[in-house]
């Protein structure tokens, strides 16, 4: 090393190489913390596997008697419809709530007191929210159709609310030099610009629904989920294999559909 | 009328009428669907009634039963980072296989696509469910549920990463000599390793919120807790509950948004 030779240094994100052991160390450290916490120790993992293949067996082939068949379709157009109706209402509650959480349009206050609202929304799983929602209204779809509403608004509205951040407020200045009031200047000057993109979202949530409202029947909150759990807690594997393959078929015509109708639109 | 006036119009005719009857067909669903569900109109009053009612017996929470739902909500932590990290090493292959220009053919490819879209389409809840059956109740089936939700996700993402790369390197670097896992290590991963990082972090943060509900299940974590409580109807200590959740997954937002933000 000749004093003054120019060396080349891979680029990092961390300071010094010390400080990027150190973190490494505690990343390594962590998950070892974790492993041993969890108790994953190589032979219960082994064993477990073991159970795997066997049980594996149980699972295939999917069979379902004609009255399941009919019962998979049922409890299934019944998520399909908790999906098609919490998608609208939580469009609905959603709009007013981004307008309030977009920064450049929404005072001070109203904007910190709809962020968190969003927050909250976001930060529970759809199962945490569908058994509170089941013990408030009661078992069955209209506690499905609270919970997806309140799960959309925190997506719906913060996507929303970024894309409202974003617009030209030019055009908001145009309409408001032009004497509207303030209701004009939201609808002439903010909502056109908004609304392909306001379409893309409500359909992708669609989607995103669609997925929540095969799982929230778990805990009580209408759909196939129950018959999922009966199944499982039945040991009826052939049956559950037959009820997972039904979801995926669902889940997978709703992402296509999605994909196709956003394609159109962008 | 030979003067006519040029007007302008957003859409023609035939747009027009398509986004009509677009409409119109979800409104008809959206109508359908309220119809099957059998709901009443009086349950529009009912709903906010109920949950300010639930709303006044969680508060205030109960303060006192911090010390019992720390332990759990470790274990959902360890659960999260576990679950993660199985993921990272089942998604890289599946990634590889499911990337156009890293694929040895047509069928691994079709098998990277199918492994991706299972794994998406199952949600982490029934995933636990299956691995608690095979593994018995615990958080290590919440882990490895974690895990084979998330391959999904990353499978796809980072396939999507590896398909961008610029194939030149790679090819430089099996010109070199190199057998196919140092092609691996020298021409594709330098690469593909922040969006890697950043894809990796963003996940975990996902599978903090996944693995507070495992417990619904038997696959431990603070759901256990949660559940325990709400079957117990202690409103007060299931207020606890929710807000150290909510504590923990804004702390890994945070956590996730910071690091995003350095491999960028």
Known sequence: MAAGEATWDRPS????????????????????????????????????????????????????????????????????????????????????????????????????????????????????????????????????????????????????????????????????????????????????????????????????????????????????????????????????SAILLAIIAVVLVAEGVSAVVRRRYQ | MSTETPTWERFDRRRRLGRFFALLATAVTVLVSWRFLSIEFVALDTVPREVADLLTRMYPPDVAYTPEIVGPLIETVHIAALGTIGAVALAIPVALLAAENTTPNALTYWLGKVLVTVSRSVNTIIWALIFVVMFGAGALPGAIAIAFRSVGFLGKLLGEEIEEIDFGQVEAVRAAGASPVQMLLYGILPQVKPALVGLTVYRWEINIRDSTVLGFVGAGGIGVELFRAIDAFAWRSVSMILIAILGIVVLSELISKQTRGMVR
């Open chain 1, 13 to 240: 994100v961390f300071p010094r190489r010390e400080i990027k052991w150190l973190t490494y160390l505690a990343v390594v450290a962590f998950f070892l913390w974790s492993a041993w916490g969890l108790g994953a120790a190589p032979g219960r993992i082994l064993d477990g596997i073991g159970n795997a293949v066997t049980l594996a067996g149980d699972f295939v082939p999917p069979e379902a008697t004609p009255r399941q068949r009919t019962r998979i379709v049922e409890k299934m157009l019944e998520s399909v419809a908790i999906a098609m109706v919490s998608t609208l209402t939580g469009i609905l509650v959603s709009v007013p709530i981004a307008f309030m959480a977009a920064e450049n349009i929404s005072p001070r206050p109203l904007y910190a007191l709809n962020r968190g609202l969003i927050s909250i929304s976001r930060a529970f799983n759809a199962i945490i929210v569908a058994i509170i929602a089941v013990k408030a209204v009661g078992f069955g779809p209209l506690a499905g159709i609270v919970t997806i509403t309140f799960k959309t608004v925190g997506f719906f509205s913060k996507l929303l609310a970024e894309d409202i951040e974003d617009i030209d407020m030019g055009s908001v200045e145009a309409v408001r030099a032009a004497g509207s009031s303030p209701v004009q200047t939201l609808l002439y000057g903010v909502v056109p610009q908004i609304v392909p993109r306001f379409a893309g979202l409500s359909i992708y949530r669609w989607d995103i629904n669609i997925r929540t409202s095969t799982i929230i029947g778990i805990v009580g909150a209408g759909g196939i989920g129950s018959v999922l759990l009966t199944a499982f807690n039945r040991y009826d594997y052939g049956y559950v």
